[in-house]
């Protein structure tokens, strides 16, 4: 079974990738459905393919805006540009892309996105007879109608299933509140994400009396949905015959790219992690509260949560192992305040866990010797780590 992983920018990609990502996929500047990531430029997309096919993985590019007539000429020129570059797979949801792409004779497989819905395996057939070698299947799927699809589909077309991140709470994501409200349209990348705004109510006959919309016992929440967290299914996602399981999260931080990455590789690989102990490691990243989703068949009303988004565990990333050295000995990106002698845990590459002590004095790349290093400066360290080790503070270290 492949991971896939997310990576808004190429410094992502690269933590994707030496975290255990089989695949990693990302946008350029223009079609891809999240205008706000970093995104990639030209120059980019061709080191981030290159850092990929060196390691023996692969590169999809999304292009899964819904776009205009106007624009197929522009999709059509960035297409080719991205197919001589390398370009593993393209991840797309509008029909006529589809059909455009089937005709030009690519190097590069035609992935279809989430966002074409896709809930029955006469549709998986369907676009496997239009070209598509891979159908990203609809969120709203049980695990018993995953399997029901998967008996139809097997050895014909693959078949990927999200297993982890931020929901929209639309359809396959089709949403129009954020065009509505803000006017930045959701289908094209631009959603501003009102569906994590605070409400309130306000009654006709009753004008400027706000009345605060809140959640007991009898109440649920369409607008705020908890985040997927399904490393539960994954051996049965697996023996169902799901050939790649994606994470979501291209605008997410380098921290929840290694956390998330570096789990679930370890649960392809064989892993037992009980509940209790993967939900505690997964509270190290910021989060909206974590649900099964459409996964174990229906939706609760505890499956949203009005909860700003949070980190349970109070875990903060601290700063990251660059690959370059200073006279011999590994350099810490500082991201975040780290003071002499305080003891933080490592992440690394390989997924496992360990602890790190900083010196009594920190030695800066400038020579400093200091007591407290903030944001945006390097440290010198003492021990060798690999490169791409990541140190977090943590309230209570395991």
């Not at 500047?29 to 990929?52: C, P, Q, T």
């Not at 369409?222 to 994470?247: C, D, H, Q």
């Not at 690394?348 to 602890?355: A, H, K, L, T, V």
């Amino acid at each position: 079974m492949e991971l896939l992983a997310p990576a808004g920018n190429l410094e992502k990609l690269k933590w994707a990738a030496v975290y255990g990502a089989d695949a990693v996929y990302f946008g350029t500047e223009f079609g891809s459905l999240r205008s706000y990531a970093g995104n990639f430029s030209m120059d980019d997309v061709s080191e981030g393919l290159n850092f990929l096919h060196d390691r023996c993985k692969k590169g999809y590019i999304t292009l899964n805006i819904y776009p205009f007539t106007d624009e197929f000429p522009r999709l059509l020129e960035l297409v080719r540009q991205l197919d001589d570059l390398g370009a593993d797979a393209f991840i797309v949801a509008d029909l006529g892309v589809v059909s455009m792409l089937s005709g030009m004779n690519l190097k590069a497989a035609i992935h279809i996105s989430t966002q074409a819905s896709t809930t029955n395996g006469q549709a998986i057939l369907a676009y496997g007879d239009l070209g598509a070698s891979r159908v990203n299947l609809a969120r709203e799927l049980s695990f018993e109608q995953i399997q029901d699809a998967q008996e139809e589909v097997a050895g014909k077309v693959e078949t990927e299933v999200f297993i982890h991140g931020a929901v929209c709470f639309s359809y396959s994501g089709r949403c129009a509140i954020s065009d509505y409200l803000t006017g930045h349209r959701a289908n094209r990348g631009e959603c501003k994400q009102p569906c994590r705004w605070n409400y309130a109510l306000v009654e006709e006959k009753r004008p400027g009396e706000v009345m605060p919309y809140f959640e007991d016992e009898r109440g649920s929440y369409f607008f705020n949905s908890r985040e997927l967290a399904l490393f539960e299914y994954v051996p049965r996602l697996k023996a169902a015959g799901v050939t790649s399981i994606k994470i979501e999260g291209r605008m997410k931080s380098i921290h929840y790219v290694a956390a998330t990455v570096s789990f679930y590789r370890r649960i392809i690989d064989g892993w037992q992690v009980g509940q209790e102990e993967a939900l505690t490691l997964l509270d190290r990243i910021p989060n909206r509260g974590y649900s099964q989703g459409f996964m174990k068949g229906n939706i609760k009303a505890d499956d949203y949560q009005f909860d700003e988004s949070r980190s349970h565990c109070e875990s903060i990333f601290v700063g990251n192992v660059l690959e370059t050295e200073n006279h011999g000995r590994p350099v810490l990106e500082v991201r975040n305040k780290i003071q002499a002698g305080e003891t933080l845990e490592l992440l690394r590459p390989d997924g496992s866990f360990g602890e790190y002590t900083m010196p009594d004095m920190l030695l800066t790349t400038e020579g400093e010797d200091v007591q407290v290093v903030n944001n945006s400066k390097f440290v010198v360290l003492q021990e060798a780590l690999p490169p791409y080790s990541l140190l977090r503070r943590v309230a209570t270290l395991p």
